[in-house]
C-alpha cells in the first residue's frame, strides 16, 4: 500500500525591511505635503477664475445712464427672467446635488453591510424606571405616572376589622379541621348524627 506524497505547505514570506531610513521617510513626506499644498493654492486660484470668467459671461456689465423709462422698465423686465432663469438652474443643481448625496450614502451603507466589519457597541446596563421607559418609547403621548403604589387600592383600617368580624362570623375552616382530627372529632360527629342515644 503507497501513501500519497502530502503537498507541501505555502512558504510564508517575510515582509522584507525598509531599505529608507526614518529621516528620509520624514524628509519625503513633508516634500509631498508642501506639493499637496502648493496644488491647493493652484486650484483655489483656478477656482476664482473660472468664477469670475463664468460671470463676466452671464452678468455683462450694466449702463443705465441715459435710458429712458420705458427703456428702463424694459431692463428691468429682461433682468427678472434671467433671475427666474439662473433660480431654476440652481434649484435643479440642489435638486441633484442632494440626489447624489443621498446615493453615495445608501452606497457607503451597502458597502459596510457587504465587508461585515461592523461592529458593535457595547452594551452597557442602564437602570430606568418605568416613566422613563414609557416617554421615551411614546414621547409625548405617555401622561399618566407608571407609579404602581399610587394606583394600589386604599385600605382604611376600618375595612380590615370589617373583614375580621365576617370571617370570624363565617367560621375559620381550619378550627373546624383541627376539632373534627382525631379521635375527638370523630366521636362528636357520631354523637352529632344521633348514634350516641
Known amino acids: 500500500m503507497q501513501t500519497e506524497p502530502r503537498p507541501m505547505p505555502p512558504r510564508v514570506q517575510a515582509k522584507p525591511k525598509c531599505k529608507i531610513s526614518a529621516s528620509r521617510k520624514l524628509s519625503l513626506k513633508i516634500l509631498l505635503l508642501q506639493r499637496a499644498m502648493e496644488d491647493l493654492e493652484q486650484e483655489k486660484v483656478n477656482r476664482d477664475e473660472e468664477k469670475v470668467r463664468y460671470l463676466g459671461e452671464k452678468l455683462p456689465s450694466l449702463q443705465m445712464s441715459g435710458f429712458a423709462m420705458e427703456e428702463l422698465q424694459k431692463l428691468c423686465k429682461q433682468l427678472h427672467a434671467q433671475i ?39 452594551l452597557r446596563k442602564v437602570r430606568v424606571s418605568a416613566d422613563e421607559m414609557m416617554r421615551a418609547l411614546l414621547g409625548s403621548k405617555h401622561k399618566g405616572s407608571m407609579d404602581l403604589r399610587a394606583n394600589l387600592k386604599s385600605v382604611k383600617k376600618e375595612d380590615i376589622k370589617q373583614e375580621k368580624v365576617l370571617t370570624s362570623e363565617v367560621g375559620d375552616w381550619r378550627k373546624n379541621v383541627e376539632a373534627m382530627s382525631g379521635m375527638e372529632g370523630r366521636k362528636k360527629m357520631f354523637d352529632a348524627a344521633g348514634g350516641g342515644q
Open 84 to 122: 427666474d432663469v439662473v433660480d431654476e438652474e440652481r434649484y435643479d443643481f440642489e435638486a441633484k446635488v442632494n440626489k447624489n448625496n443621498k446615493e453615495i450614502h445608501e452606497l457607503k451603507l451597502k458597502v459596510q453591510d457587504l465587508g461585515g466589519k461592523f461592529k458593535k457597541p457595547a
